[in-house]
């Protein structure tokens, strides 16, 4: 993984239905199960055996008019930091308006490669009006149409030849990559140098192959991972620190760059729905998860029952997924940072188990005969067997049934949760697939 491309524009010129285009290939794979609207804004897109991540800027407006300019502004100035390159959609039946000559300006200034996309254009008589477009200053405009697909391979072909090749990274194999993620103000830079104490001189940075993932390798007290930073060298920003879509493009490089995934909550604010928004990115690339409420020292009822509550809303918000584990600590105060370091190395454990087939089948096969799934027009399902899928990034298991297709979520659900019962996968992913024998 590694490179990021972002769709910006002034409202109703197609981004969605662009973004949509580009990674429908995916979105068969990342499941659509309840989440929130904004979901669709974050996809991958493989074309031509290379995979980028594509972000739509324009689900994170505030649908008002008079911030509704400065918004769109202040996500283009976001984009142009966080992403390696930027889609800039027009449309073509409108024309040219002085919006788009706004955004040109702001693009233009950039170091990064633009690509000035008119949509809309859905038949050859319609490729004259690209003409005008020129006036941006921003190179030849490529003509598309995303609501039919037409000119979107050349797009994607020129996409690639745009995007900086992702330069193999001198990362040794095998060593896990933690990645400290949350909104902004969750301690995520205090927690990092908690990890890493003042003794910086045993921390050896490695740049990224992205442009701004710096691992840190930490090699002490019997641990060995790397720290993905993508906080590493970023100047304080002009855009105002709490734009949501900021705290997601942050996350974005860091999540895909990591195994494990530690989710820092602020103990004074509880969850909020930007915390749920890095959840959704963590559980849509698979990562294996690590919560870390911090501030706590500055929670005046540390009672056993205050704990319970505090654990079970946060699980209860990112259900289904609740076999995670929650570690209350203080950066600040360095309570129980080292836990948290020794939970992270343990879910990555977790997410290498291997189970053998006879002990699956064994365990599994008496429990789904006790509850089998439910019938379906008189027809009875069986699973008759189950196995792991050796050598996959997260544990991933096949029922083989006799009628798969009439096996829904709720039971799958409660297959996993056996499997989860009997053995330690906390933390991880697991993959279920049911198959026909």
């Given at each position: 993984?590694g490179s990021?491309?972002a769709?910006v524009?002034?409202?109703n010129?197609?981004k969605?239905?662009?973004?949509?285009?580009l990674?429908?290939?995916?979105?068969?794979i990342?499941?659509?199960?309840?989440?929130?609207?904004?979901?669709?804004?974050y996809?991958?897109?493989?074309?031509n055996?290379?995979?980028?991540?594509?972000?739509?800027?324009?689900?994170?407006?505030?649908?008002s008019?008079d911030?509704f300019?400065?918004?769109i502004?202040?996500q283009v100035?976001?984009?142009?930091e966080e992403?390696?390159?930027?889609?800039?959609?027009?449309?073509?039946?409108?024309?040219?308006t002085?919006w788009?000559?706004?955004v040109?300006?702001?693009?233009?200034?950039t170091?990064?490669?633009?690509?000035?996309?008119?949509?809309?254009v859905d038949?050859?008589?319609?490729?004259?009006?690209s003409?005008?477009f020129y006036?941006?200053?921003?190179?030849?405009?490529?003509?598309?149409?995303?609501?039919?697909?037409s000119?979107t391979?050349?797009?994607?072909?020129?996409v690639?030849?745009?995007l900086?090749?992702g330069?193999?990274?001198?990362?040794e194999?095998?060593?896990?990559r933690?990645?400290?993620?949350?909104?902004?103000?969750?301690g995520?830079?205090?927690?990092?140098?908690?990890?890493?104490?003042?003794?910086?001189?045993?921390?050896?940075?490695?740049?990224?192959?992205?442009?701004?993932?710096?691992?840190?390798?930490f090699?002490?007290?019997?641990f060995?991972f790397y720290?993905?930073d993508?906080?590493?060298?970023r100047r304080k920003?002009?855009v105002?620190?709490d734009?949501?879509?900021?705290?997601?493009?942050?996350?974005?490089?860091?999540?895909?760059?990591?195994?494990v995934?530690?989710l820092?909550l602020?103990?004074t604010r509880?969850?909020?729905a930007?915390?749920?928004?890095?959840?959704?990115?963590?559980?849509?690339n698979?990562?294996?998860?690590?919560v870390?409420?911090?501030k706590?020292?500055?929670?005046?009822?540390?009672?056993?029952k205050?704990?319970?509550?505090f654990?079970?809303t946060?699980?209860?918000?990112?259900?289904?997924?609740?076999d995670?584990?929650?570690?209350?600590?203080?950066a600040?105060?360095?309570?129980?940072?080292?836990r948290?370091?020794?939970?992270a190395?343990q879910?990555y454990?977790?997410?290498?188990?291997?189970?053998?087939?006879?002990?699956?089948?064994?365990?599994?096969?008496?429990?789904i005969?006790?509850?089998?799934?439910?019938?379906?027009?008189?027809?009875?399902?069986k699973?008759?067997?189950?196995?792991q899928?050796?050598?996959?990034?997260?544990?991933?298991f096949?029922?083989?049934?006799?009628?798969?297709?009439?096996i829904?979520?709720p039971?799958?659900?409660?297959?996993?949760?056996?499997?989860?019962?009997?053995?330690?996968?906390?933390?991880?992913?697991i993959?279920?697939?049911?198959?026909?024998?």
């Open positions: 993984m990021l491309v769709i524009g002034r409202p010129v197609g969605s239905t662009l973004f949509n285009r990674t429908k290939t995916r979105q068969a990342v499941s659509d199960e309840a989440g929130t609207t904004r979901d669709r804004q996809g991958h897109c493989d074309w055996g290379r995979e980028f991540s594509v972000v739509d800027t324009g689900g994170w407006v505030v649908n008019d911030i300019e400065e918004e502004r202040k100035m976001v984009a142009t992403a390696d390159l930027l889609l800039f959609l027009v449309d073509g039946q409108n024309g040219l002085d788009d000559s706004d040109a300006k702001i693009l233009r200034r170091k990064l490669p633009v690509i000035l996309v008119v949509n809309k038949n050859n008589e319609d490729l004259y009006v003409g005008e006036k941006l200053g921003l190179g030849d405009p490529v003509c598309v149409s995303a609501a039919t697909g000119g391979g050349d797009l994607l072909d020129l690639l030849q745009k900086p090749e330069s193999g990274s001198s990362l194999e095998g060593i896990p933690f990645a400290v993620v949350g909104r902004p103000n969750a995520k830079s205090s927690i990092i140098n908690a990890f890493i104490g003042e003794d910086r001189h045993i921390v050896t940075e490695i740049a990224g192959t992205t442009r701004d993932s710096i691992y840190t390798r090699d002490k007290f019997g060995d720290l993905v993508t906080a590493g060298i920003n002009k105002n620190e734009l949501e879509f900021y705290s997601v493009m942050r996350s974005i490089r860091a999540i895909e760059n990591s195994d995934c530690i820092m602020d103990a509880g969850i909020e930007q915390d749920m928004n890095i959840f959704q990115l963590i559980q849509k698979q990562k294996s998860l690590v870390v409420v911090n706590w020292d500055l929670v005046e009822d540390k009672s056993q205050a704990i319970t509550y654990e079970d946060i699980r209860e918000h990112l259900a289904p997924f609740k995670f584990p929650v570690i209350f600590a203080s600040l105060t360095k309570q129980r940072i080292f948290v370091l020794e939970t190395k879910v454990l977790n997410r290498k188990v291997k189970i053998g087939t006879s002990k699956l089948n064994e365990v599994l096969l008496p429990i005969e006790a509850t089998p799934p439910p019938s379906i027009k008189g027809k009875y399902i699973i008759k067997y189950i196995s899928v050796p050598d996959t990034q997260i544990p991933t096949v029922f083989y049934a006799n009628l798969p297709q009439y829904k979520e039971y799958k659900r409660f297959l996993e949760n056996k499997i989860r019962e009997n053995w330690t996968l906390t933390g991880s992913p993959n279920l697939f049911i198959r026909q024998k």
